[in-house]
């Protein structure tokens, strides 16, 4: 067993964030999918729930290579001082099936996630928009500020969440990643200014009324991969270009979509897969809001991964 740990490669978090750029995991997502990937493909995940949370088993094979990310989600995590969502990652040769890499899958998560995020938006948000609305502190809203940052000027930012120290921090930390701009501690009432809002939060009721949100608005929601919790109203799902990452996740893990339609607000079919977004094959609706539901799968991971191993020790991939 011994030999088998020692030819694994280790990538823990720094040297995730020395070979792969946000710039880099974005362009790569959306490589991947313009040269014909189908997320529909990927396997399904298998989501455990345990004492204290949930594990998610995530799966994946692309070109030569497959993945397995063992993630927990445990909600009370951020009152110890830790992050809500953990994990491992390991890379196996596609042929053997045989480890070769094992990667820091909480770092990966953080990356991955919004680099999918910002993959859609830039192609769904106006090429101008630079007002953004971040809702939720945590890691994942701090780094959409990162990634939306890569596909547009940002000049304005504003982080709501529940805890205004917490939200402070939050600034804090983003301005970064967005030195440019002019980032503070909002309100709700800041989504009515807002070209792009991100929803990261572990919320299971609406975030704010669907009447703030202006038709040029491009929308994100990542908090939650469960049926019966939200972020965004169904009445802005009724007048949006709503966006999944396939159309069997939005029926069984999207519960801003799932939601929507037992309302009467959303058609099931009317949802668009993000592939057929980022090929062009459906054109998007720049007279109405643009809502992107996000909730994570293991191909995600796995292209985000194997740019690190493609990388290697020789630099940040990416760098421009």
């Excluded at 998610?56 to 909600?75: C, F, N």
């Excluded at 890691?139 to 939306?148: D, K, L, N, S, Y």
Aim: hydrophobic share 50%.
């Amino acid at each position: 067993m011994s030999g088998v740990l020692d030819s694994i490669q280790l990538i823990d978090g720094d040297t995730l964030r020395r070979r792969v750029t946000m710039r880099a995991a974005i362009r790569a997502i959306r490589q991947l999918v313009r040269d014909g990937f189908d997320p529909d493909h990927d396997p399904a995940r298998a989501i455990v729930d345990v004492p204290n949370g949930q594990l998610l088993l995530m799966p994946s094979a692309i070109d030569g290579l497959a993945g397995q990310k063992l993630a927990t989600v445990a909600p009370g995590n951020p009152a110890r001082g830790l992050e809500r969502i953990q994990a491992v990652y390991v890379v196996l040769d596609g042929d053997t099936l045989a480890p070769i890499a094992l990667v820091d899958g909480t770092a990966l998560t953080s990356l991955r996630t919004p680099a999918v995020s910002a993959a859609v938006l830039d192609v769904a948000a106006t090429p101008d928009a630079s007002s953004l609305v971040v809702f939720g502190t945590g890691p994942q809203g701090v780094r959409h500020v990162e990634a939306i940052a890569a596909i547009r000027g940002l000049r304005r930012v504003r982080f709501v969440g529940r805890d205004r120290a917490k939200a402070g921090r939050a600034v804090e930390a983003a301005r970064a990643y967005a030195p440019m701009a002019e980032i503070d501690v909002g309100t709700a009432a800041d989504v009515a200014d807002a070209d792009l809002v991100v929803c990261a939060t572990t919320a299971a009721e609406p975030l704010f009324s669907a009447d703030l949100v202006a038709d040029r608005a491009a929308i994100v929601a990542v908090g939650s991969h469960e049926p019966d919790r939200r972020e965004l109203p169904g009445a802005l799902l009724a007048r949006a270009q709503v966006i999944v990452e396939t159309e069997r996740i939005a029926r069984a893990e999207a519960g801003d979509v799932i939601m929507a339609v037992a309302e009467g607000h959303l058609s099931a079919d009317a949802v668009v897969p993000m592939a057929r977004i980022l090929d062009g094959r459906v054109p998007v609706r720049f007279d109405r809001p643009r809502v992107f539901k996000t909730c994570g799968m293991g191909w995600q991971d796995l292209v985000v991964a194997r740019l690190a191993l493609e990388t290697g020790a020789g630099g940040a991939g990416g760098t421009d």
